[in-house]
């Protein structure tokens, strides 16, 4: 499959009609037309449903559609890394992930400072799950990446940054729970609950709570805070998260009470073991060193 034809096709599902990714592509209408059938006649099957003027993608065309993205992601940063590479050494690009913490904000005073002394630096920030990030890490669509433990790091390298991640039970306001101060393992036997879809995540409650994981009262499990908070305000379910993922939303629907015997965990900045790094990837890791070894 050539490059130019997967960038084609991703154009057209982006744009949803042949005539606008032409325009985009600097092509002609017909000789795109050309390209997408050459391109679903290598893959055997049909990429779009013409509907009028709308091109709507297949099943298959959904699936590559998710591939290309990544293919020409990961190419886009590669000729990135070589441009870098003719330029001085400070003037390049890097691509960062980061979950919801409370050292989210030493990512940000880290980055001001990196910023402040090589202005011709450019970055990318990317927010979502752990194992979002993970996967883009793996693929090398992200040159590091900000996590939470517990997690499974074997390929990384890490630095541990200062602050500790302390876990709670955030519940309703007007929840029986919400009248402690602390939540013991007693206290959650048959509350509703709503947990991180980490596997790790999991078996450390089970630990903590002394309950195997299959009889943990687990309602739902989530991937991002944002849409638990009015799961937590309407009573669905009490939700295990971390004191630095609730930030500003402590107010009088909701309140966040700390496990006992206290759980806390480590933020880690981590990268891909034996990954070959650009100059300016190596010269943000080696502030970090120093900042936090």
Known sequence: MEFRLLKYFFTIAEEG???????????TQPTLSRQLKELEDELGTALFIRDNRTMLLT?????LKSRAEE???????TMQ?????????????FTIGCVEADNSDTLSLMLEEFIS??????????????????????????????????????????IVLPRKETWGIL????????????ITPEDIKGVPLLVSRRPEVQQM???????????LPIVGTYNLIFNVFSLVENHVGSALTISGAVGERRDETIKFLPLVPQIETSCVLVWKRNRVM????????????????
């Not at 409650?205 to 009889?215: A, D, G, V």
């Not at 990837?281 to 060193?289: K, L, Y």
């Open 17 to 27: 009609t042949i005539s606008q990714a032409a325009e985009v592509l600097h092509i």
């Open 59 to 63: 099943e298959a065309g959904r699936f």
């Open 71 to 77: 293919i020409l992601s990961l190419t886009d940063q």
């Open 81 to 93: 890394e070589f441009e870098d590479r003719k330029k001085q050494l400070f003037s390049g690009h």
């Open 117 to 158: 002394d090589f202005p011709d630096v450019r970055f990318h920030i990317h927010s979502g799950t752990g194992d979002d990030i993970n996967e883009r890490l793996e693929k090398g669509l992200l040159d590091l990446a900000i996590l939470i433990e517990p997690i499974e790091i074997e390929k990384y390298e890490k």
């Open 171 to 182: 519940t309703s306001a007007d929840s029986f729970l919400a009248h402690k101060e602390e």
């Open 205 to 215: 409650f089970s630990q903590w709570s002394t309950i195997p994981i299959e009889e």
């Open 278 to 293: 650009s100059p300016v990837v190596t010269a943000f890791i080696a502030r970090f060193r120093e900042a936090f070894e």
